[in-house]
């Protein structure tokens, strides 16, 4: 494939859902060169879900690729187990190498759905990381201080609240940086919580005769409860949700955040975006452009006519007040509490979700035709239960 040097074309992959880029004249330069660029993007397999707040820097590596750049992906097998504690304000427990080899199963096919495989260097980490003897960790740490890792904003805070940061975590961005030098990155993606990390390698590569690789940051984006979008809160998104759960959860999401999703989520054309954005401005009702954003949504990772499917039972449920016809059951013998159901059907993860969903008032039963709001945790059969503003539990004895 030839390389793209449409200077239009590469001025939208430097700004469209970019926070910053580190060199972006010489950046820019380079790629209206012509020269093929590698493209590094690394993803630890710290939850078996990949979301879409993980398609922001893979949208822009199919960008990249798009333009016939060597884009390579890295899932993080080996530092995966270590840690990254760029976005945390506490200690990430370090996770088994069998937590790691389940969740990294389905990593590549789920990436798939954005990315062309077939064109792509796909890597796991450990093939050399796994081999460094001390010397090597010595030299690479000898690169950096002391001070250039505690002045980040997130471990400086911990450590004046006295809160324990492990030497562990110390080595990350050393082996993030390493994975670098081992592919030969000319650019890396990654998000702003990433910053020192993504400079490690820009430090490290000059240290083993390789040119420093350029960075690219996207945002971080807000998640369904308007926290950043993270496995660990459950507020995601998911590649491999089902379409009629993608599509209702992107319409639960607030109106202010779909010209982001749309921007950051999405490849719809930045002429139609700003669009939708005037559309908004001039007051329209955001329904139907929340319609649109949802319906690319489910498109981009199942297909049209599961959009079009998906769209349709949300109507149905939503709009006519009806339930779907596939929902999960669970059947029983005799009355189950409500909260044991709910823990059984898997739809809510453990008693402290149960009583705060309880206390928001999102609990309800159908009935007549409509939903009644549960009070308690009361004894059930024979019903229809609503979670939220998209899920559904059937009870059947």
């Known amino acids: 494939m030839s390389i793209v040097t449409d200077p239009k074309k590469?001025?939208?992959?430097?700004?469209?859902?970019?926070?910053?880029?580190?060199?972006?004249?010489?950046?820019?330069?380079?790629?209206?060169?012509?020269?093929?660029?590698?493209?590094k993007l690394g993803i630890d397999?710290?939850?078996?879900?990949?979301?879409?707040?993980?398609?922001?820097?893979?949208?822009?590596?199919?960008?990249?690729?798009?333009?016939?750049?060597?884009?390579?992906?890295?899932?993080?097998d080996f530092t995966g187990v270590i840690g990254d504690t760029s976005d945390k304000d506490s200690e990430r427990p370090m996770l088994s190498e069998e937590q790691i080899?389940?969740?990294?199963?389905?990593?590549?096919?789920?990436?798939?759905?954005?990315?062309?495989?077939?064109?792509?260097?796909?890597?796991?980490?450990?093939?050399?990381?796994?081999?460094?003897?001390y010397r090597d960790i010595g030299e690479q740490a000898n690169l950096f201080s002391l001070a250039d890792f505690i002045a980040r904003d997130n471990i400086k805070r911990r450590l004046e609240a006295g809160t324990r940061v492990s030497l562990r975590e110390v080595l990350y961005p050393l082996m993030q940086g390493y994975d670098s030098v081992a592919i030969k990155a000319d650019v890396e993606l990654g998000g702003t919580d990433q910053r020192f990390n993504l400079l490690a390698g820009r430090h490290m590569q000059p240290h083993y005769e390789q040119e420093a690789q350029h960075i690219i940051m996207g945002p971080l984006i807000e998640?369904?409860?308007?926290?950043?979008?993270?496995?660990?809160?459950g507020n995601t998104i998911n590649f491999n949700d089902e379409p009629?759960?993608?599509y209702g959860k992107v319409m639960s999401m607030s109106d202010e955040l779909m010209i982001t999703?749309?921007?950051?989520?999405?490849?719809?054309?930045s002429e139609t975006i700003t669009g939708y954005e005037e559309r908004l401005k001039q007051g329209e009702n955001p329904m139907e452009i929340k319609h649109a954003l949802?319906?690319?949504?489910v498109r981009m990772y199942h297909n049209e006519t599961k959009a079009v499917e998906a769209k349709q039972s949300w109507q149905q449920t939503f709009s006519d007040r009806g339930i779907p016809d596939d929902i999960p059951e669970l059947a029983i013998t005799d009355k189950i509490l409500l909260s044991e159901a709910l823990l059984q059907s898997g739809l809510v993860a453990s008693k402290t979700e149960f009583r705060r969903l309880l206390q928001a008032g999102a609990l309800k039963q159908?009935?007549?035709?409509?939903?009644?709001?549960?009070?308690?945790?009361?004894?059930?059969?024979?019903v229809v239960i609503k979670i939220g503003k998209k899920r559904f539990l059937r009870i059947t004895n």
């Open 223 to 233: 998640g369904l409860d308007g926290r950043k979008m993270s496995s660990s809160w």
């Open 10 to 39: 590469i001025d939208e992959v430097l700004s469209r859902g970019v926070t910053e880029v580190i060199q972006h004249d010489e950046l820019r330069t380079k790629l209206l060169s012509g020269k093929q660029l590698r493209i």
């Open 294 to 297: 949802a319906s690319e949504i």
């Open 101 to 133: 080899e389940a969740n990294k199963q389905s990593y590549f096919d789920q990436i798939g759905k954005l990315i062309d495989l077939d064109r792509a260097e796909l890597h796991y980490n450990s093939t050399w990381l796994k081999p460094l003897n």
């Open 261 to 269: 999703y749309f921007t950051s989520f999405t490849r719809i054309p």
């Open 366 to 382: 159908y009935a007549n035709n409509d939903f009644t709001t549960f009070t308690d945790d009361q004894e059930i059969s024979g």
């Open 45 to 76: 397999p710290t939850s078996p879900n990949l979301h879409l707040g993980r398609s922001v820097p893979l949208l822009k590596m199919k960008d990249f690729q798009d333009l016939g750049h060597q884009v390579v992906l890295i899932v993080g």
């Open 244 to 246: 009629a759960d993608m």
